[in-house]
Nanobody
Framework: QVQLVESGGGLVQAGGSLRLSCAAS????????MGWFRRAPGKEREFVAA??????YYADSVKGRFTISRDNAKNTVYLQMNSLKPEDTAVYYC???????????????WGQGTQVTVSS
């Protein structure tokens, strides 16, 4: 069982930056594929970014603005978000998966989410 706790959300003006963190429990963190997803009001949850064996993947909507990274010594994955836009407003979720086969859709464990609000 893996527990995930997100932090770092908040209110920021358009063009600003935030860094989300996701702390994971468990001794095999380094072997997990880690992902970030978001759910905007009235919309379905969507893939944002993932990292698997050091390789990163991004949704087209955030490519060039967001960066996913991990610190295996701290059992933590990060999402650095720059040049934020009002359309980035959503609840952001961290996720972990043992296989990483469907890293844009399928994960074993999910965090509770952290709210990000971007004002115009």
């Amino acid at each position: 069982q893996v527990q995930l706790v997100e932090s770092g959300g908040g209110l920021v003006q358009a063009g600003g930056s935030l860094r989300l963190s996701c702390a994971a429990s468990g001794r095999t963190f380094s072997s997990y594929t880690m992902g970030w997803f978001r759910r905007a009001p009235g919309k379905e949850r969507e893939f944002v970014a993932a990292i698997r064996w050091g390789i990163t993947y991004y949704a087209d909507s955030v490519k060039g603005r967001f960066t996913i990274s991990r610190d295996n010594a701290k059992n933590t994955v990060y999402l650095q978000m720059n040049s934020l836009k009002p359309e980035d407003t959503a609840v952001y979720y961290c996720a972990a998966d043992r296989s990483g086969i469907n890293l844009r859709t399928s994960y074993d464990y999910w965090g509770q989410g952290t709210q990000v609000t971007v004002s115009s």
